[in-house]
């Protein structure tokens, strides 16, 4: 969730730094700060609120050394405050700590160090770090931070700095992201990769329990003991142009409009010449799969959202039981998994610390794990048994949209590659199914082609302060989806229900002022979706309609209706959330709220 920068090398390290911290702001955050070893001085600068007062604070500065740590702050322990800004230093102000995690033990470490003479400043946990490396250093800044992180429990991504050590970085990881951008004569410590694109696209990917040293001239890594580790390379197959906005007001809308190309790229490659979907990611042949007897789905937010379409898709097409889990409670539930389960983990960064807690409680149970992700090299991906990658692109606005829907698109691959081995749809099936799933980027660019309606829609609704989203069968993650995205932008309370059930309950908060929205697509439930329109109009409502274009009843029914091409239902999830999303970045935009930033939230959850 925070923000990590670390820069060695010739350039100014504070402009590096800010740079990096500005193209990480999507993680969220509270409060930023500086630390710059300079000539014979470590200087720290912190400020609450957004990036722009730290800028502002180092606007006039002088300090021109080139080794320094940035940090921007989401508060767990401790208010956000100039205080329990990062970075953090110890009792001798010689060293300065940046920490993204949460360390579990830091009251028992807090006491332990109080009791020896430290003297802490701050409410967080990651002070505790900084006086750790204090207490163990002995000259080697590397090995007093091995020692340190030998002492912690819980999670971590740290940069320290020593004055002591002046052209070093020390990092380490556990459960939190952290890379290196290797550069020619300069490096670059990171919690993502949009940080170091200006300066290089070769990355080394820090495993848990590795130590990198950080230098101008070079990287070290080592693990916990000491030993060399030949470090994990990659190299960024996107470009900056790819994490910046490309002409459009904000990334959010660049990444609705990216939509087309996500779907079409994460689709591309995965049916063979003789038609046949092909998966070779996955490390289970088809015989394995063809064996196995439950699907379980894990996943948070948006994410959660695709695979409740997902559950629908491979009951439909592979009839296979599936159940769908918010991570955060698969692992506590005690749930019936063995090695005839597939556990499918979806997550947008691959570091979602709550899926990959449910994966490994999965695995220790026997089954097989498959994760969808956007992020080549993430923690998921060495987790788990296969991947299938989303080939979203980076996605900076906070509120997911091309890779939720660059998710439907893989999941339903997965689906189609179960029916296929399981032999419950016939080949001339899949190949339609296929041949029409390919053709919803089209369908995509259609929509979004025409959607002036969705933005005058918008704006009889921009004072409203509850809504109710309605949908039944694909509708249902659809309406979950559409509500997610227009309270988390727009801060207008949204709630999602299957149409069915809302004279169960949420039938008694309409009234005039609280606008439904129906997806209301052509569905075998499409009748009984227009009851309950008609149920929520007699009490008042007004109602937008997500339906289908040439369906002229729905205008009886509706006051505002927003249009989607004909497609069948199975996959129609895509094309109706499309409008959702628009209908929410434009009553956000109307209201002023910031919609790549939301207030509170961040787009890694790197911390349960």
């Keep these: 969730m925070c923000g990590i920068v670390g820069y060695a090398g010739p350039r100014k390290a504070s402009e590096v730094l800010l740079g990096g911290l500005a193209r990480l702001e999507y993680r969220g955050y509270d409060s930023a700060g500086l630390a710059i070893v300079n000539d014979d001085s470590l200087v720290v600068m912190r400020r609450v609120g957004k990036l722009g007062?730290?800028?502002?604070?180092?606007?006039?500065?002088?300090?021109?050394?080139?080794?320094?740590?940035?940090?921007?702050?989401?508060?767990?322990?401790?208010?956000?405050?100039?205080?329990?800004?990062?970075?953090?230093?110890d009792c001798t102000g010689r060293i300065a700590v940046v920490h993204n995690g949460i360390i579990e033990n830091y009251a028992a470490l807090r006491e332990e160090l109080a009791a020896a003479g430290h003297m802490l400043r701050s409410e967080t946990d990651t002070e505790t770090v900084a006086h750790l490396v204090e207490a163990y250093f002995d000259g080697d800044l590397t090995e007093a931070v091995r020692k340190a992180v030998r002492r912690l429990q819980g999670a971590y991504a740290l940069g320290v700095v020593h004055l002591d050590d002046p052209g070093t970085i020390v990092a380490a990881r556990k459960d939190s992201p952290l890379i290196i951008g290797v550069g020619d004569g300069e490096n670059i410590v990171a919690s993502d990769i949009p940080a170091v694109l200006e300066y290089t696209r070769e990355v080394l990917v820090l495993h848990d329990g590795e130590v990198a040293t950080v230098r101008a001239e070079g990287v070290e890594v080592t693990d916990l003991a000491g030993e060399p580790v030949v470090p994990e390379m990659m190299h960024v197959e996107w470009d900056l142009d790819a994490a910046e906005k490309g002409g459009y007001e904000d990334f959010m809308l660049k990444e609705i409009f990216e939509q087309p190309r996500a779907i079409r790229e994460t689709l591309l490659g995965r049916v063979d010449e003789s038609?046949?979907?092909?998966?070779?990611?996955?490390?289970?042949?088809?015989?394995?799969?063809?064996?196995?007897?439950?699907?379980?789905?894990?996943?948070?937010?948006?994410?959660?959202?695709?695979?409740?379409?997902?559950?629908?898709?491979?009951?439909?097409?592979?009839?296979?039981?599936?159940?769908?889990?918010?991570?955060?409670?698969?692992?506590?539930?005690?749930?019936?998994?063995?090695?005839?389960?597939?556990?499918?983990?979806?997550?947008?960064?691959?570091?979602?610390?709550?899926?990959?807690?449910?994966?490994?409680?999965?695995?220790?149970?026997?089954?097989?794990?498959?994760?969808?992700?956007?992020?080549?090299?993430?923690?998921v991906t060495r987790e788990s048994d296969g991947v299938i990658y989303t080939h979203a692109g980076p996605e900076i606005g906070v509120a997911a949209t091309k890779t939720f829907t660059a998710q439907i698109a893989a999941l339903s691959v997965l689906a189609l590659k179960l029916a296929q081995v399981r032999g419950t749809l016939e080949p001339e099936r899949i190949e339609t199914l296929w041949a029409e799933l390919t053709r919803i980027p089209d369908v995509v660019e259609a929509i979004l082609g025409d959607a002036n309606d969705v933005e005058e829609c918008a704006r009889e609704y921009t004072q409203a302060c509850s809504s109710l989203f309605l949908g039944r069968g694909m509708g249902v993650p659809v309406a979950m989806e559409g509500a997610l995205k227009l309270k988390e932008i727009s801060y207008i309370h949204a709630e999602a229900y299957p149409a069915g059930e809302m004279k169960h309950g949420p039938i008694a908060l309409i009234t005039p002022e609280v606008p439904v929205v129906v997806v209301a697509t052509q569905a075998?439930?499409?009748?009984?979706?227009?009851?309950?329109?008609?149920?929520?109009?007699?009490?008042?409502?007004?109602?937008?309609?997500?339906?289908?274009?040439?369906?002229?009843?729905?205008?009886?029914?509706?006051?505002?209706?927003?249009?989607?091409?004909?497609?069948?239902?199975?996959?129609?999830?895509?094309?109706?959330?499309?409008?959702?999303?628009?209908?929410?970045?434009?009553?956000?935009?109307?209201?002023?709220?910031?919609?790549?930033?939301?207030?509170?939230?961040?787009?890694?959850?790197?911390?349960?």
């Design 53 to 89: 007062n730290l800028i502002e604070a180092t606007s006039d500065w002088s300090v021109e050394g080139g080794v320094g740590i940035g940090h921007t702050r989401w508060a767990t322990h401790g208010a956000p405050t100039e205080a329990n800004a990062h970075p953090h230093v």
């Design 275 to 379: 038609g046949r979907v092909c998966l070779s990611e996955l490390a289970m042949d088809d015989s394995e799969l063809a064996k196995l007897e439950r699907v379980f789905i894990v996943a948070c937010g948006t994410s959660y959202h695709a695979g409740i379409v997902a559950k629908s898709l491979i009951e439909q097409w592979a009839r296979l039981p599936v159940e769908v889990d918010v991570s955060s409670e698969f692992r506590y539930r005690d749930p019936i998994v063995d090695p005839s389960t597939l556990v499918v983990a979806i997550t947008q960064s691959g570091e979602t610390a709550d899926t990959l807690a449910g994966i490994r409680e999965a695995r220790l149970r026997g089954a097989r794990v498959f994760a969808i992700t956007n992020v080549v090299g993430s923690r």
């Design 524 to 608: 075998r439930t499409y009748e009984k979706v227009i009851s309950n329109i008609m149920e929520v109009r007699a009490r008042g409502a007004r109602v937008i309609a997500v339906a289908t274009f040439g369906d002229e009843e729905i205008r009886d029914h509706a006051e505002h209706v927003l249009w989607i091409p004909q497609v069948s239902e199975s996959l129609s999830a895509i094309p109706a959330t499309v409008p959702l999303q628009l209908l929410a970045y434009h009553i956000a935009k109307l209201r002023g709220c910031n919609v790549d930033q939301p207030r509170n939230l961040a787009k890694s959850v790197t911390v349960e």
